[in-house]
């Protein structure tokens, strides 16, 4: 028997005794791994004498030939014996626990968004979406808050660069106009999203937060149609009736405007979230301005409305007792993970 038939057979018989496709990949490495038994082979040929050479390259081609179909025919059984004892359900234990898959959760703003846009959505509001970056005339003086404008001061705000006419909106009051713009009155929106300001950051302020805009835009609106909705949207995020009251509030964009507090639906004599009063401060509203009506292309003889600006952030932080509202966006999932 010649080496290389010698070589061959040993090869064959350890093929057909590999019993897993990683052992059969050892073996395959073993012969015609790159310092396999093959190579060894090959690499003696050089040193041969000259006419000896082509025949001795040739055999340990086709001794490298036989071994790789070996190899191959066996991989192949191998792998449908496999199939065949997953199917019988050998190895298969139905009692394992499955691996666990880690599950994401929707941020609690978008929780409560959504909750709100239902709620809305059930009394016939559209909801709307606008641009974070904004056009001064949309943020301000559509808003009957003209360049010079006292108020403008109190909108501490992020200026693209430019000239001055693209700005980070402020608020999204911004969306009463784009309303008026594209919807045939009598109409009902909401508009929440992501509002900037140019502040120092502490506990209660962040340069980045949430609003919803709401407008209501129809023929004789009064504050208690204002009064009205408003009673409906508390009850939509604390299930239950709250007593509310008005206080007057100064926004150029409405008159008469109003802050509106309810009662803390935390305590009955005082407690941390109310500071003690009793009331909490939920959100600004009022009657829509004549001259906003004008900027929206609506005649305020016909038409009128009312419209308020809730604080998404903070009603977030309320519902779950958060205490420093850069934790809503500071994208720390063991913030996260808890809701
Ligand atoms: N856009 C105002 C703000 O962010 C809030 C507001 C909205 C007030 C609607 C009245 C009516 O300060």
Redesign the pocket.
Known sequence: MSDHTALLAQAQEQVQASDSLDALKGIEREYLGKEGRLAELLAQIPTLPQDERPTAGREANRLKQAIVEAVEVKRAELAEAGIAAERSGDGFDPTLPPPRTERGSLHPITQVTRELEDLFQSMGYSVLDGPEVELDYYNFEALNVPADHPARDS?DTFFCEGDGHLLMR????PS?IRAMESFEPPFRVIAPGK?FRHETTDASHDHTFH?M??LVVDREISVAHLIGAMKTLLRGIFHRDLEIRLRP?F?P??EP?FELDARCPFCENGCSVCKKTTWIEL????LVHPNVLRAGGLDPEEWGGF???LGLSRLVMLRHDIDDVRHLLANDVRFLEQF
């Not at 959100?283 to 009022?286: D, K, N, V, Y």
């Open positions: 909108h402020t608020h999204t009051s009463q509002c609003q805009e709401g509030g926004f964009f409405v405007g959100l600004p509203c009022g419209a308020f600006g």
